[in-house]
């Protein structure tokens, strides 16, 4: 029998937490003398807490009990107070209220860790909604029989459990090679290795701000790793444990040495598909300890000061500034038109990546970290987090099994996606390197000034190409030695190519090389569709069934009016929010979420009947009358406007932004661009520029920045669109700067110059530069100033202060 062959793992409950006297419990065992170094004293410290607060559950019961028999006593202490009405049933009444009270926060605490529900904030306690939703998680995540690769069915729990444990072994254990990896070659196609100064950075002493911010930056709720203790444990335990904690971090840092007992994980199982058959059919989620978390935390946040630097943007995955959607806008830019014969030939890589974290090898890893220049110290305490992993597996409420990682990166590992970026940034650089060395290849229609070949976002990889065979041979063959040196592996069965409808003779033998499926637009990429036309409420059927599925799934009956409306808010009205920063969606599809919203709100989802008020003053704030929902057309055109918000403020972190400047706007600005080519998002998006322009503000300075005749900093509006022959009469071309107008803060206007344009000019500052505000406090963009920009705000209402609560979530309906 293997060390972890099977126990109930221990797990601390938050509620203890809020026990009287906790944190004299952790005193009392915190001032043992335990010999040995920082890490070795915490460790046991917090094994010898197990035995305390295991006691202490035991003590306390059934917490729902506990509420029931309060409950009991309070309703017969209430009872006695209306027979005599004395003083003595006054104080037992209040008393058992506080008994009461206490009772009911205890269990709410305990279920609500358990439930995982984060919405719930405030607004509904209902412990129906907890115990439904942790049944329902139990029942989906408990394994009865699986089958293995060669068909057999196995429904003896030990047979189902070995097999899990054999598969996990088998995919993330092993020894791991020491191959002599050598990438120097590519250290020419890198953007930038860290430097010196930046290094120093890297491995400065760690502070004891840095540890507790690490700490106290983990959701309180999420799972605990094998030794069962919670971020609550240590933000309420911090007085009498941070020290200890601060100096076990800080060791591990000065000497690069991880105590194998913080390193060990937790297995747990995410069905992958709604029946799942195969053990391949579960996500293996890593949960780490709290203590090891919070060191990689440490090292992430240092890490992140670097990757915009190192990392190119053609990657837009947990690098600091930069967002998905740019993935998105550019991918659905470059597929416009793929249904036109007349348009270039052209194709579509969409890869996918096998196994994609678990399948990493290490000795790639440590001389990626190499090849970027990081400095060997901080290099050792990444080496250390990754080469030390240990594992079990969490199956049907017990842990089973014991073994040690031999490759991967574990998916809840804060760590771990900043390190998948920088392996694929060798990647990109490898086949920067192919294709400068292959002048066969040829770029996709509209990217060879950028020298764009591919969009990555984590594991979801685009790659474009002319529809050229020999083209398509550099992408393959460079992912084919890729997969050689990372151990990263393509899986031609769930990767597909989409082809122009311009490439007809080539088609065929494209195909019969590449042995990928050849797909059809639209297709999903990262969740959204991409299509060559317009936008369709059938393309958007996806959304509407995310929606009836989250609906679907609560008992809605359970939830009180101010429950269901903390579930619009915090989860129903931001399901949209990722779509409708990408595309002005269809106004049916909109109309028909707030539908579902509306008759969600007044009767449940499974009811019927007349809303009770209009949902326009639903959506107003609460200070005018409403409830504070967002309009989602309001939410959409605003979410939109950030995207013009940032071609206008030329956003240099954006690849999207870049390709606009590059291939839509060229010598134009986003003003008086008036081209017809583009998708159908583009030519939607162009649509809001009027609500842009009310947005803004062009404040001139040295005018070196601004357009004289395409810019708004008039208050005509671009010139070239209001005086049309000026740059003619004037002399002066279409892209003269304002600056060529403005001599020691004097106007110089040729004397040919409309004279109603001379008449009218804003004051200027040349000692400062130009720069555009939006219209707010801040001056900055901000989803709340663009939603008032589109509904303007309307009067307080007289009666908004006498609404109940510290949050003001009304006990009623309207």
Not at 161 to 176: A, C, D, R, V
Not at 478 to 487: H, I, P, R
Not at 694 to 718: A, C, M
Not at 766 to 788: C, E, F, H, M, Q
Request: aromatic share 10%; charged share 20%.
């Amino acid at each position: 029998m293997n060390r972890f062959d099977e126990h109930v793992a221990f797990r601390f409950d938050n509620y203890l937490t809020h026990l009287p006297g906790f944190l004299r419990s952790v005193e009392d065992i915190w001032k043992h003398r335990i010999a040995g170094t920082a890490m070795y004293e915490t460790v046991c410290k917090l094994k010898l807490l197990k035995a305390v607060f295991r006691s202490q559950k035991r003590m306390k019961g059934n917490l729902t009990e506990n509420v029931t028999k309060a409950k009991s006593f309070l309703d017969k202490a209430q009872a006695l107070l209306n027979t005599y009405n004395e003083d003595i049933f006054l104080n037992l009444v209040k008393c058992c209220r506080r008994v009461f009270s206490v009772a009911v926060n205890l269990e709410i605490t305990m279920l609500k860790q358990r439930a995982k529900l984060r919405w719930m904030k405030h607004g509904d306690q209902s412990s129906k909604v907890f115990f439904r939703k942790i049944n329902a998680s139990r029942v989906k995540q408990r394994v009865f029989q699986i089958k293995t690769v060669g068909g057999n069915l196995l429904t003896a729990q030990q047979d189902v459990t070995q097999e899990f444990i054999s598969y996990f072994q088998n995919l993330l254990g092993g020894t791991s090679q020491n191959r002599g990896l050598n990438l120097e070659f590519l250290r020419s196609e890198l953007k930038h290795s860290v430097t010196t100064t930046e290094a120093s950075l890297l491995v400065a002493p760690v502070t004891q701000a840095e540890v507790k911010e690490a700490f106290f930056d983990i959701d309180v709720e999420s799972a605990p790793g094998p030794d069962g203790y919670t971020a609550a444990f240590y933000r309420t335990a911090w007085p009498v444990v941070g020290q200890a904690v601060f100096q076990a971090v800080g060791e591990f840092f000065r000497t690069g040495n991880l105590l194998k007992q913080i390193n060990t994980t937790l297995i747990v199982l995410i069905p992958k598909v709604n029946l799942p058959i195969f053990v391949s059919d579960y996500r293996p989620i890593s949960c780490c300890n709290v203590l090891y978390k919070a060191i990689t935390k440490i090292l992430v946040k240092r890490m992140q000061r670097v990757l915009p630097l190192l990392i190119d943007y053609s990657q837009n995955a947990f690098v600091p500034g930069r967002s998905i959607i740019d993935n998105v806008l550019l991918a659905q830019e470059l597929m416009a038109g793929y249904n036109q014969r007349r348009l270039p030939q052209r194709c579509t890589l969409k890869v996918d990546i096998q196994k994609a974290y678990d399948s990493v090898e290490w000795d790639f890893l440590l001389e990626v970290l190499r090849l970027f220049n990081f400095p060997h110290q901080f290099i050792t305490l990444i080496n250390q987090c990754v080469s030390t992993a240990s594992f079990s597996v969490s199956l049907n409420g017990s842990i089973h099994g014991f073994f040690k990682g031999g490759r991967g990166l574990r998916q809840g590992d804060p760590m771990s996606p900043y390190l998948f970026v920088l392996v694929m940034e060798i990647w990109n650089s490898l086949l920067r390197f192919r294709i400068r060395n292959a002048p066969e290849f040829q770029y996709h229609w509209k990217c060879k000034e950028l020298g764009l070949t591919n969009l990555c976002f984590a594991d979801d990889v685009l790659l474009f190409c002319k529809a050229h065979l020999p083209s398509i041979k550099v992408l393959t063959n460079t992912l084919t030695e890729f997969a050689t040196l990372s151990g990263l592996k393509v899986n031609p069965a769930k990767s597909q190519i989409i082809l122009s409808s311009s490439v007809q003779q080539e088609r065929q033998q494209i195909l019969e090389y590449l042995g990928f499926h050849e797909g059809s637009l639209p297709i999903r990429y990262l969740g959204i569709p991409l299509t060559s036309s317009r936008l369709t409420i059938a393309d958007c059927r996806p959304l509407i069934d995310k929606v009836d599925a989250r609906l679907a799934g609560w008992n809605n009956q359970n939830l009180s009016y101010a429950g269901r409306l903390q579930l619009i808010k915090s989860v129903l009205s931001t399901l949209n929010t990722y779509w409708a920063s990408a595309f002005i969606l269809p106004k049916g599809i909109l109309k028909s979420l707030e539908k579902k919203m509306r008759r969600f709100l007044w009767h449940g989802s499974s009811g019927s009947g007349i809303a009770k008020v209009a949902w326009v003053q639903v959506c107003k704030p609460k200070e005018e009358g409403g409830l504070g929902i967002s309009s989602l057309i309001a939410t959409n055109q605003a979410l939109m406007l950030k995207q013009l918000w940032r071609i206008l403020q030329h956003d240099g972190n954006s690849i999207w932004v870049d390709w606009v400047y590059r291939y839509r706007l060229r010598h134009s600005t986003i003003w008086t661009f008036n081209g017809t080519t583009g998708s159908w998002g583009w030519k939607k998006l162009l649509k809001l520029r009027p609500l842009l322009r009310s947005g803004v503000t062009y404040k001139i300075g040295d005018g070196s920045s601004f357009n004289l005749w395409q810019d708004v900093w008039h208050e005509r509006g671009p010139l070239c669109l209001t005086y049309p022959q000026g740059p003619r009469i004037t002399g002066l071309p279409l892209t003269t700067l304002l600056s060529s107008v403005l001599q020691r803060n004097q106007w110089c206007w040729p004397a040919s110059i409309d004279a109603e344009i001379v008449a009218q000019l804003p004051p200027t500052d040349p000692t400062a530069a130009d720069t555009i505000y939006w219209n707010s406090s801040s001056g900055t963009y901000s989803l709340k100033s663009a939603v008032s920009l589109i509904q303007p705000s309307t009067p307080r209402v007289l009666w908004y202060g006498l609404l109940q609560g510290k949050f003001k979530v009304p006990r009623h309906g309207i």
